[in-house]
């Protein structure tokens, strides 16, 4: 039974910085896709991040670019989000997700999740 679960949220000013790890457990995590979605309140659902497990290969929301990293560690089976200069426009929960089969930004493919972690920016 796969589990993910994330770590690492908290409140920080805008401009700062935090890391988001997600610990996948339960399998293998080859030819798995692995990806950070985010909700705000009252909004749906969305695409943040996404890589590839076997080659690491990473595709970004618009709104994300070049301001968060996303990472994983094959020995520790860990994905982080590395996320800088945030906006509070970024505050919401974030979850980690995991498919099979699929690589694209649409939550309703995931079939794995975390129980997410809350990230508040102030500002």
């Known amino acids: 039974q796969v589990q993910l679960v994330e770590s690492g949220g908290g409140l920080v000013q805008a401009g700062g910085s935090l890391r988001l790890s997600c610990a996948a457990s339960?399998?293998?995590?080859?030819?798995?896709?692995m990806g950070w979605f985010r909700q705000g309140t009252g909004k749906e659902r969305e695409f943040v991040a996404i890589?590839?497990?076997?080659?690491?290969?990473?595709v970004y929301a618009d709104s994300v670019k070049g301001r968060f990293t996303i990472s994983r560690d094959v020995a520790k089976n860990t994905v982080y989000l590395q996320m800088n200069r945030l906006k509070p426009e970024d505050t919401a929960v974030y979850y980690c997700?995991?498919?099979?089969?699929?690589?694209?930004?649409?939550?309703?493919?995931?079939?794995?999740w975390g129980q997410g972690t809350q990230v508040t920016v102030s500002s």
């Open positions: 890589i590839t497990w076997n080659r690491g290969s990473t």
């Open positions: 339960g399998r293998t995590f080859t030819n798995y896709v």
């Open positions: 997700a995991a498919t099979m089969y699929y690589s694209g930004s649409d939550y309703h493919n995931y079939d794995y």
